[in-house]
């Protein structure tokens, strides 16, 4: 049963252009989100998280967006650098302890 | 360093061997927390610790798992009479807990991995 779902699992954007990332989940109990970054071989970074109390989260180049009736969030990088690219995994904590990852987005910034 | 830090990075065991998987957590973060990777997936919670106390074992595939926290800084994952489908990337991450601040802190930080590999 996947509650948080990432349906692309890859994307190609050249240089300068917007990355748009999107997350769906399934569970109207989450009221957080997360965004991490993962280069290969590494562990998983934190890059920006959401409240669902907001609909909208910015930094710097990275723009978080919440549609709650949806159920779907998505992440906007602009512009967009080779060094972004990795893979993005979308996160949600339930009223546990459990964090649920989406698989995960591998986005490509070509030069 | 100060960031998360697992050992081994790889790890090859043949099918019924038991492996031992250590995680050196963030120095003062609470909570600890173990995933599995399998390839092409995403992170799928095994195990939750606060500091010592096992809270949450609920994503632990079968018995032939069990993870330790003794002194609620170092964990241990062990795999009893492992299976080839325990053949993943196996996550470990810490974070300062609930609570702190002006509220939950979920940001976890990650260590690098171990790659489980079942032969």
């Known amino acids: 049963d996947q509650q948080v779902k990432q349906n692309s699992p890859s994307l190609s954007v050249q240089e300068g252009r917007i990355s748009i990332l999107n997350c769906d989940y399934t569970?109207?109990?989450?009221?957080?989100f997360l965004w991490y970054k993962k280069y290969p071989a590494e562990g998983p970074t934190f890059l920006i998280s959401i409240s669902s109390i907001k609909d909208k989260n910015e930094d710097g180049r990275f723009t978080v967006f919440l549609n709650k009736s949806a159920k779907h969030l998505s992440l906007h990088i602009v512009p967009s650098q080779p060094g972004d690219s990795a893979v993005y995994f979308c996160?949600?904590?339930?009223?546990?302890?459990?964090?649920?990852f989406g698989t995960g987005t591998s986005l490509t910034v070509i030069p | 360093g100060a960031g998360v830090s697992q050992s081994p990075r790889y790890k090859v065991a043949k099918r019924g061997q038991d492996v031992a998987l250590r995680c050196d957590p963030i120095?003062?973060?609470?909570?600890l927390f173990w995933y599995q990777q399998a390839l092409g997936q995403g992170p799928e919670f095994l195990t939750y610790f606060q500091n010592e106390a096992q809270l949450d074992k609920s994503g632990l595939p079968s018995d032939r798992f069990f993870a330790e926290r003794p002194e609620g800084s170092v964990s241990t994952l062990k795999i009893q009479r492992t299976q080839q489908e325990d053949s993943a990337v196996y996550l470990c991450?810490?974070?300062?807990?609930?609570?702190?601040?002006?509220?939950?802190?979920?940001?976890?930080?990650f260590g690098p991995g171990t790659r489980l590999t079942v032969t």
């Open positions: 996160a949600a904590p339930s009223t546990g302890n459990q964090f649920y």
């Open positions: 120095s003062g973060h609470v909570s």
């Open positions: 569970n109207s109990m989450f009221d957080y």
């Open positions: 991450a810490s974070s300062l807990g609930w609570g702190f601040s002006s509220g939950p802190s979920y940001e976890q930080y």
